[in-house]
């Protein structure tokens, strides 16, 4: 599998079980624009990013072990830019 896994609109996804090494949310945005990555199943948040620039590069990394992400993830919101899903490489 190629990292990062691109999430450009609502409702991409990826349903394989994995671990989530980092999420980076990048591009083009406005003052106030949101994303935001759930399980697909249990609908808990994975990533949420709300932005205050018109050029947004957000993200956080989990670490060694990573995220675990068992029903994989999906994206349900995203107002501008995309969502890099980096994934632990096993």
């Known amino acids: 599998m190629t990292n990062p896994i691109v ?3 609502v409702g991409n996804q ?12 990048e591009g083009a945005t406005a003052s106030g624009d949101t994303c935001e990555v759930r399980d697909p199943v249990t609908d808990e948040i994975k990533f949420f990013g709300r932005t205050s ?3 947004t590069y957000l993200g956080i ?14 994206c349900t919101i ?5 969502i890099l899903v980096y994934l632990r490489e096993d």
């Open 7 to 9: 999430l450009s609109a």
């Open 14 to 25: 990826h349903l394989s079980p994995r671990r989530i090494y980092a999420f980076v949310w």
């Open 53 to 55: 620039l018109t050029q």
């Open 61 to 74: 990394q989990f670490g060694t072990h990573g995220l675990p992400a068992p029903n994989g993830f999906k």
């Open 78 to 82: 995203l107002a501008a830019g995309r």
